[in-house]
């Protein structure tokens, strides 16, 4: 049986917490990666660390979002991390920037699977008004799947109250952020879910950060694996 895939999110600018953290969730029952985003890659030894890791999944959470020739640039700068398996891309950078990343990072590193990212999960129904955006937010999250498919995206990441339409849209993977375990704090997301019925509504893979990295790690692990099982 494939064992789920999930994305602990190291959402710390502290190499010896991250190091913490991927000891604390080694377990030969989940698939897990390592989720970097802006705030430890950023950090003067956070790029570093991240080029030692040999053994573990890396995604690289970027959420790149500029005109073409500038997130070409980025793509291009991250040549020298072989180990990247992951990078994400937002939507909103639109057609001609996401097919030119794509492109792009098939010829520095074959291996990088480029993940299209739709409406943040801490974005809701009546805060996506606010920013200019008439339509709803399921319609926008269509859209940017069939954008997905288009560009050729290998992934999507979306939230877990837009699966049971994306899944019918893109083909890809699709991997879910916003997930809680059981009586966890949803925090400043707004579209949240738990990890069964992520999996049930046809994600691939889950990107799991407070409700793991808070508190006793271990126990955490126990209490996701429970839960899936």
Not at 153 to 172: E, Q, R
Request: aromatic share 6%.
């Amino acid at each position: 049986m494939k064992k789920p895939k999930i994305f602990i999110a190291c959402d710390t600018n502290k190499v010896n917490e991250v190091k913490r953290i991927i000891n604390q969730t080694k377990t030969n029952k989940l698939d897990i990666g390592y989720k970097f985003g802006l705030e430890f890659f950023y950090t003067k030894d956070g790029r570093k660390f991240i080029s030692k890791i040999k053994k573990e999944k890396v995604f690289l959470d970027l959420k790149l979002n500029d005109i073409p020739a500038t997130c070409s640039a980025a793509v291009k700068s991250l040549g020298d991390l072989k180990n990247i398996d992951y990078l994400t891309l937002h939507a909103n950078a639109g057609e001609e920037t996401i097919k030119t990343v794509v492109k792009t990072a098939i010829k520095i590193n074959s291996k990088i699977k480029i993940l299209l990212v739709t409406i943040l999960t801490s974005i809701s129904s009546s805060s996506i008004k606010k920013i200019g955006y008439t339509k709803p937010i399921k319609e926008l999250v269509k859209k940017q799947a069939q954008l997905a498919n288009i560009c050729g995206c290998h992934g999507i990441v979306c939230a877990g109250t837009d699966l049971k339409f994306v899944k019918k849209i893109f083909k890809g993977e699709i991997v879910t952020p916003g997930i809680r375990l059981q009586k966890d704090s949803a925090g400043d997301q707004k579209r949240v879910m738990g990890p069964k019925e992520a999996f049930k509504n046809g994600s691939t893979a889950l990107v799991m950060g407070r409700s793991i990295i808070k508190g006793n790690i271990k126990n955490n692990i126990s209490r996701l694996i429970k839960e899936l099982s």
